[in-house]
């Protein structure tokens, strides 16, 4: 029994945690989905233990257990730990900026893996066993290429949590490099002891910081009751301005479709995170939260406003900013608090520094803002107004075109008007109007 206790508690987590992510996403009153990839990290990360313990019990009693099942049993712990790190890599990069879609990058950073279990397969028949003093431990070229593995993921880690350390939200980035620095440490140790055969907490430590501050369900919920809420937030004004119909649904898949061309040029590509995409798509429903405090008289008049009316139609920007710092600044999010407060505060500024309320010119403007700017725009001209009817949809795109480099961000401009096809299957729905 001593030669696999570890392996016993660490397994023990590594299920508890299972079940209870597998109850609490199947249970369908709480709306949640399962990540897959997390998913398959947990059953590969059991096997691992599994055979860990397996093979920490058969390599001491040589005696008994035949060599070819011995063999068996170290190949397949050697190739559950080969598929742990690479799925413990890919889980992180779609955590944080996705995995690359070139099929180069792709190229490179699967190849290790397959090499790997290449030379698993074609080495395990060189295997042999060491007697220690305390433990029997297995050696061999398969045992060195898995190892060398284990460290060519780490450090594709490393690279991650290093030089990708801004696109991973403050909460997420506590609980990878726990992980990491944990997972590390053992890896070390059985590197320079390897008579210890402490290999299971590597996965245990993974699946324990992953699940506490990424995948819990609960704390999931909570994350999506608070952003439930501040949908509704956001509904309140659309009611009170009754001429804005599905204005809010609709720029916030303008805004979906301007990311997703974004995501694809090289000037945004690092810019455009999951994370970021994520906080704007919540954001922009908050972009006229402001309208709250404008009086209804001004919000639903059918002509034109007077220069004294429009002035007041204004301060909906700075209130806006202000009303998301005074009512969301104890959510546990800074990263969507700022973005939700550029666009409320910042989603009327103009390129050439012409609009309001600080004349914000160029890229002082926040990114976020200027995104905004262009949805927000495009469906106020192709939408029915009170004081007008809509405008035919050619003619907003015109305007658009017009107010590059002077109103809205050029580079922007040329992503929204690439992507006109899906603008239109948007404008074509008339959602709630």
Known sequence: MHYFKLQIGSL????????????????????????????????????????????????NHLDTVPLWLNNTFHCLFFLAVDVTMFLTFIYLCDAT???????????????????????????????NYVIGKTTNY??????????????????????????????????????????????????????????????????????????????????RRLEKHNYEMISGFSTLVENKDDSTGGHILRTKQYVE????????????????????????????????????????????????????????????APRGGEIIMETFSRLDNPEFLKTAYYVARYHHEKWNGKGYPEGLDGEKIPLCARIMSIADVFDAVSAKRCYRDAMPIDQCFQIIEKGRGTDFDPDLVDVFLGAKEEIIKVYSTKIFD
């Not at 450090?155 to 490099?177: D, P």
Request: aromatic share 14%.
């Open 12 to 59: 023990f987590v590594v299920l508890f945690i299972t079940i209870d992510y597998v109850r609490q996403t199947r249970c369908k009153n709480r709306n949640l989905s399962c990540n897959k990839l997390f998913g398959a990290l947990l059953i590969v990360s059991s096997w691992l233990i599994f055979f860990d313990g397996l093979t920490a019990w058969t390599v």
């Open 138 to 219: 297995s050696m061999g070229l398969s045992v060195i290429a898995c190892y060398l593995n284990a460290w060519v993921y780490f450090l594709f880690l490393f690279f991650v949590v290093t030089f990708y350390r801004k696109k991973i939200e403050k909460n997420r980035y506590a609980g990878v490099i726990i992980s990491v620095v944990v997972s590390l440490t053992v890896m070390i140790l059985q590197s320079i002891f390897p008579e210890i055969l402490i290999t299971s907490i590597v996965p245990a430590a993974f699946i324990l910081g992953f699940y506490l501050l990424m995948e819990d369900p609960s704390y």
């Open 97 to 127: 900026f996705g995995f690359p879609k070139s099929t180069i990058k792709k190229i490179l950073l699967c190849s290790p893996f397959v090499i790997n279990v290449l030379a698993i397969f074609i080495f395990i028949k060189d295997l």
């Open 257 to 316: 479709i301007i990311l997703n061309q974004l995501q694809n040029e090289k000037k945004y590509r690092n810019i455009i995170s999951r994370d970021f995409v994520k906080n704007m798509l919540n954001a922009a429903p908050m972009h006229d939260i402001g309208k709250i405090s404008t009086p209804d008289v001004i919000l639903q008049k059918p002509g034109k406003l007077t220069p004294e009316e429009y002035e007041i139609m204004k301060q909906h």
